[in-house]
C-alpha cells in the first residue's frame, strides 16, 4: 500500500521562474514521466497550479507557458523574470503610462499637423528659407531651454521623481496646445512655437531623468537595462498604434478646426487623468523630504510609522516638487556661525555627524554635515531636523525626544522603509570640527 502512495507521488518538480510547477514521476521502464502541464496537484509541498502546456515525455523538453503566443509576448514586451524581478507596482504603472502614451500621440499629431499648416506646407506661396529659418530658431531656442533647465533643475529631479513626472506631462500637452494655437495667429507664429518648443525641451529633460530614477525603483534584480529596454518596447507598440489610429483620425479632422480642438481636450483630459493614476500607483520605498514629514506627522500624532503604500497615497503630487523653505541640509558651516564662542556653543555636548541651527530670521532648519555623513546619517539628520521643527509649532509632541527618535528610526525599518538610501535635496556642502571636551567618544 505504501509503494503505491510512493508510485503517486513525485520524485521531483521544476519551474521556470515564478511560473508554475511540474511534477516528475517514474513510469514503468524506470525514466522520468514529465507531468503535463495543466494539472492541478495538491500533494508535495503544498498545493501548485499549473499552467497549460503540452505533454513532456521521458526526455523533458523546453519550458513554456499556458499559450505561446501569450508567453512571446510577455518575453519581448516584459522583463525577464516578470513578475518578481520588478517592484509591485509596476504592472498597475506601465499600464496606466501607455494610456497617457498613447493619448499624448494622438495630441502630438494633432499638434504637429497645426506646426505643419503654419509654416506653410501645401501652401504654394509658402517660402522654403523661410520656413527653414523658423525651423532652426525653433530648434536653437529648444537647445539653449534644455540646457538651462539640466543646470537648475537636474539635481533635484530624484528628489521628487513622481512630482516632475507629472509636472513634464502637463507641460507637455500646453505646449501641443500652444502648437495648435500658432496657426490661427500668424503674426505670432515663430514665437508660439519657439515657446512649445522650449517647453517640451524640458519636457524631454525632466521626463528622461524622473523615467531613469523611476526605473532604478522598479528594477529589483540589478536589471535597470533590462527594464529600460522593455519600457522602450512599450512605448513604441504604443506609439506605432497612435500612428495607425492618427492615419485614420487626421484626415477626418484636417477640414475642421473646431472638431480638432474638441479632440485635443479630450485627449489632453485623458493624458492628464492617466498620468495621475499611473504617478499615484506606484509606492516608492526610500523617503524623501515629503513622504518623511508626512511619516513623522503621523507618528507624533498617533504614535504610529506609516508604511510606504500608505504614505505614498497621501503624498502630495501636484505641490510637492518645489523645495522646502524650513529644512536646508548640507548647509556650509561658515553660514551658522562666525565666532569661536557661537561655534563652542553649536557642538557642545554634540556628537552626532552633524550640527543643527534653527535660523528665526529665516524661519529654518539648518543642517551642517561631517565629512563622514552617509546616507542613513543624512536620514537621521533630517528626521531630527522635521522634529525640531515641530516644536517650532503647536503641534501635539510626546515626551522625551531622544526616545522619539529612536522609535522613528527603528519604526521606520519595521514600516517597511529603505533607511539605507533617501532622496532627500542635500547640497555639497560638508565640514569637519573638533568634538566637544566635555563628552568625549569613548
Known sequence: MADATNLNRPLCCEQFGSGAARGCFAAADGSLQWEAWGWRWWDFSGAFTVKPQRLAGGAGGALGTASPPLSSLIAVFLPQGFPDSVSPDYLPYQLWDSVQAFAS??????????????????NAKASVSAATATWLVKDSTGMLGRIIFAWWKGSKLDCNAKQWRLFADILNDVAMFLEIMAPIYPIFFTITI????????IVSVAGGATRAALTMHQARRNNMADVSAKDSSQ?????????????LMLPLVSDCPGFSLGCFFFLTALHIYANYRAVRALVIETLNEGRLRLVLKHFLQRGEVLGPTSANQMEPLWTGFWPSQSLSLGVPLHRLTSSVFDLQQLVEGHQEPYLLRWDLSQNQVQ?????????????????????????????????????????????????????????????EWRATWLLSPEKKVL
Open 235 to 247: 512605448e513604441t507598440l504604443v506609439n506605432l498604434a497612435g500612428l495607425l489610429v492618427s492615419l
Open 367 to 427: 543642517v551642517v554635515l561631517s565629512q563622514m555623513a552617509g546616507p542613513e546619517t543624512i536620514l537621521r539628520a533630517a528626521t531630527h531636523g522635521l522634529v525640531l521643527e515641530a516644536l517650532q509649532g503647536d503641534g501635539p509632541l510626546p515626551r522625551g525626544l531622544e526616545e522619539l527618535r529612536n522609535q522613528v528610526r527603528a519604526g521606520l525599518q519595521d514600516a517597511g522603509w529603505k533607511t539605507e538610501k533617501h532622496q532627500l535635496e542635500v547640497d
Open 194 to 201: 519657439c515657446t512649445s518648443n522650449l517647453a517640451k525641451c
Open 105 to 122: 500621440s494622438l495630441s502630438g499629431s494633432l499638434a504637429t499637423h497645426a506646426v505643419l499648416l503654419g509654416i506653410g506646407v501645401g
